[in-house]
Structure formats: structure tokens, C-alpha cells
């Protein structure tokens, strides 16, 4: 067996692995879906990622170890696993940018420029991946590849459409939820924004390194025999647990009707400092910062909100005090029902 029937076996058995592992946070998942009578953005591209990338790691197999495909049999089948698996990716990129409009409170420049990224990187990842591909069979195996004299393999373009996006995405929502914990030029940044952050960045470096790695092999800097299987399998791995990182119940947090109560007797404690710079989050500087409910908008994201020390002027009336809940720092991309 040679390097590159290796990795693909690897890749293989990463993926089915994680995929099983996930069934019982999938099921959540879709259970909460059902009970809403409802299926959010979050889980319909969720389970896009999940089930194309399925179906483009298997169409793979059998294309790279079939012995029976002719030039007849190859045409029609020689696109699906590379159609398949950029379906699935611009899956993940979605769900990259509703979580960070989410975490940036649905911040007007970020939503659109982040927006006219996406926009401007499908027909890019779309152009890597069918520009001069054709079918090629060796000793009875189908693949699509470019076989145009002296051209690179245009898949190049793909990954790196890729990853640019992600970074920014990824820089974007680092960005907002640093600046979200200052407090008194100290950070403090609450466990589930540590949270936030960490699978976000493992999320960005885990792909990235394995792009980054197909794109130095088809440009023949480097030679292993790795495949496209080995960034699709880490990218589903990545993207699932991205998505049900949040999605797991903990005991230890009260149930969302109970939080949803709290936090309606608490919110009208909540102040804003007047001052404030454009284009970044509304939110006192207090002391006192107890995360205490998730509020599902109709967009399908839910909203973490925040108490914090009052800070208005003394005698401030109460109904002079305004909180921005939609522009609140704190969000949560995925949909759920426990607190976090």
C-alpha cells in the first residue's frame, strides 16, 4: 500500500470515527429542532457539512480504489466527491459567519463586510475546483484532475479562498471578544467566552495546517501522497464539534425556563456607560459580571446575556436606562436550551 492509500485510510478512519462519536450530540440537536417544530440555520448547515462530507469521502474511496471504472463509467461519477466536499465547506464557512456576526453583536460592518467576503470567495472555490478538471483513469480508478500541460493544479485555489476566509472570520471574532472582556484595562474574559475563543482558534489552526499542507503538496514543495481527504476529514471533525461544543447540557447550570425568569427579574438592573465608541459594543465597565440567560432571536441565534455593576448617573430613572440586547457582546451562534 502506498503513502497515498494511507492517508486516505487515516482520513477515513478519523472521520467515521468522529462521526460516530457524535451521533448522541447530533441527535440533541435535531431533537431540540423537532420539539421547536422549527430548524435553524445552525443546524441545517450543520448537517450539510456532516452528510456531504460523508458522502465526498465515500465517493473518494471508491473513485481512488476502484479497479472497474472506464473512461465511460468515470465521466459522470469524477466530480461528486470534489462537488460534494465544496458544498460541504461553504457549509462551514457559513456557520464561520453567523457565529461571528453573533459574537460581534451583529455589528453592522462586520455583518457586511464578512458577508461580501463569503460572497466574493464561492465563486473563487468554485473556479479551484472545476476549472480544467477532467476525468482521469489509471488502471481502473476514477479522480478528476487538471490535465492541461504545465498548469497547477487549480484545487490550490480552493484551499487558500479557504483559509483567508477563516482567518479573518477567526480575527474578527478574536478581536470582539477580547474587547468585550476589558474591564478597568484588565481582561476578564468569563468561561464560556474562554470557550468561545479556544474552539474558535483550534477550529482555524487545525484547518488551516491541513490546508496549508494540501496546497504545499500540490505545488510540489513538499511530497507525502497526502490527498484532499486528510482537510476534509478535519474539517468535519473541527466544524461538528464547533457546532455541539455548545450544544451539550451541564448539570451544573439551571434549566432555561429558569434562567429565562431570572433573567427577566434582573434585567432591569443593567446599565450602559453614554460614552461610547462607534461601532463597538454597548456595556458598562461594572464589577459584577454573572452570566445569566440565553434569549432566542428569530434569526435563530441566542443571545448570552450579561448583568453588570449600574453605572448611570444617581437618580437615573429606570426607564431612562436602555440595553441593546441585540448588540450585547455576548453571543452564542448555536442554538440550545441550556445555559451556558
Known amino acids: 500500500m502506498d503513502r497515498a492509500s494511507i492517508f486516505r485510510v487515516i482520513s477515513f478512519t478519523l472521520a467515521g470515527g468522529d462521526i460516530f462519536q457524535t451521533i448522541p450530540g447530533t441527535y440533541r440537536l435535531y431533537k431540540k429542532q423537532w420539539k421547536a417544530r422549527s430548524i435553524s440555520p445552525i443546524c441545517f448547515l450543520y448537517a450539510m457539512v456532516r452528510y456531504?462530507?460523508?458522502?465526498?469521502?465515500?465517493?473518494?474511496?471508491?473513485?481512488?480504489?476502484?479497479?472497474?471504472?472506464?473512461?465511460?463509467?468515470?465521466?459522470?461519477?469524477?466530480?461528486?466527491?470534489?462537488?460534494?466536499?465544496?458544498?460541504?465547506?461553504?457549509?462551514?464557512?457559513?456557520?464561520?459567519y453567523i457565529r461571528t456576526c453573533a459574537i460581534s453583536g451583529r455589528d453592522v460592518w462586520v455583518t457586511r463586510l464578512l458577508g461580501l467576503l463569503l460572497l466574493l470567495n464561492l465563486p473563487v472555490q468554485v473556479f479551484g475546483i472545476v476549472y480544467h478538471r477532467d476525468p482521469s483513469v489509471i488502471n481502473g480508478n476514477c479522480k478528476g484532475k487538471v490535465l492541461v500541460p504545465g498548469e497547477p493544479d487549480w484545487n490550490i485555489v480552493y484551499y487558500l479562498a479557504h483559509m483567508v476566509f477563516d482567518w479573518v472570520a477567526c480575527c474578527t471574532a478574536t478581536f470582539w471578544l477580547v474587547w468585550a472582556s476589558r474591564s478597568h484595562n484588565t481582561f476578564n474574559i468569563p468561561k464560556f467566552m474562554q470557550r468561545v475563543l479556544r474552539q474558535g482558534l483550534l477550529y482555524t489552526v487545525a484547518v488551516s495546517f491541513a490546508n496549508l499542507w494540501v496546497?504545499?503538496?500540490?505545488?510540489?514543495?513538499?511530497?507525502?501522497?497526502?490527498?484532499?481527504?486528510?482537510?476534509?476529514?478535519?474539517?468535519?471533525?473541527?466544524?461538528?464539534?464547533?457546532?455541539?461544543?455548545?450544544?451539550?447540557?451541564?448539570?451544573?447550570?439551571?434549566?432555561?425556563?429558569?434562567?429565562?425568569?431570572?433573567?427577566?427579574?434582573?434585567?432591569?438592573?443593567?446599565?450602559?456607560?453614554?460614552a461610547r465608541t462607534p461601532g463597538f459594543p454597548a456595556f458598562a465597565h461594572g464589577s459584577s459580571r454573572n452570566l445569566t440567560d440565553i434569549e432566542l432571536q428569530s434569526s435563530g441565534i441566542y443571545v448570552l446575556n450579561e448583568t453588570y455593576a449600574h453605572t448611570s448617573p444617581p437618580g437615573t430613572p429606570r426607564s431612562a436606562v436602555k440595553f441593546d440586547a441585540q448588540r450585547h457582546p455576548y453571543y452564542d451562534a448555536t442554538p440550545q436550551h441550556k445555559t451556558v
Request: hydrophobic share 45%; with cysteine.
Open 52 to 96: 456531504l462530507t460523508i458522502i465526498s469521502l465515500v465517493s473518494n474511496g471508491v473513485g481512488f480504489f476502484g479497479k472497474t471504472f472506464t473512461d465511460k463509467t468515470c465521466k459522470p461519477f469524477y466530480m461528486l466527491p470534489n462537488v460534494t466536499a465544496m458544498l460541504a465547506g461553504m457549509a462551514v464557512q457559513g456557520i464561520i
Open 215 to 274: 496546497v504545499l503538496e500540490f505545488t510540489a514543495v513538499i511530497t507525502t501522497g497526502v490527498g484532499a481527504t486528510l482537510p476534509l476529514a478535519v474539517v468535519l471533525i473541527s466544524a461538528q464539534h464547533l457546532v455541539l461544543g455548545t450544544q451539550r447540557p451541564h448539570s451544573d447550570h439551571p434549566s432555561s425556563s429558569e434562567a429565562l425568569s431570572a433573567a427577566r427579574d434582573r434585567s432591569r438592573s443593567f446599565g450602559l456607560n453614554s
